[in-house]
């Protein structure tokens, strides 16, 4: 099992900053894509950045040029460097860990809100 514990939301203004860190834990051998997804309020869960072990890097077009996500595979954490917040960008964002052992698993954190205002 593998546990993920993602920290760093909060509340902003639009065009403000902010930084979600997500740390894995447990049984992390085999872990190889990390990423961020997001669900608002009466919408589908959807992908906002993801990052493979060796730093290959996928973003979703509304984040392109203003989110970053970055990983440090000796503290097995994720980052997403969130810049020029917009309010669309307000929602839950999930933590994903991708693990490839014998099988494929898939793990979630709990989620940490985001809130942008105008």
């Known amino acids: 099992q593998v546990q993920l514990v993602e920290s760093g939301g909060g509340s902003v203004q639009t065009g403000g900053s902010l930084r979600l860190s997500c740390a894995a834990s447990?049984?992390?051998?085999?872990?190889?894509?990390m990423g961020w997804y997001r669900q608002a309020p009466g919408k589908e869960r959807e992908l906002v950045a993801t990052?493979?072990?060796?730093?290959?890097?996928n973003y979703a077009d509304s984040v392109k040029g203003r989110f970053t996500i970055s990983r440090d595979n000796a503290k097995n954490t994720v980052y997403l460097q969130m810049n020029s917040l917009k309010p669309e960008d307000a929602a839950v964002y999930y933590c994903?860990?991708?693990?490839?052992?014998?099988?494929?698993?898939?793990?979630w954190g709990q989620g940490t809100q985001v809130t942008v205002s105008s």
């Open positions: 994903n860990a991708r693990q490839s052992l014998l099988s494929t698993y898939e793990y």
């Open positions: 447990g049984s992390i051998f085999g872990i190889n894509t």
């Open positions: 990052i493979g072990r060796r730093g290959s890097t």
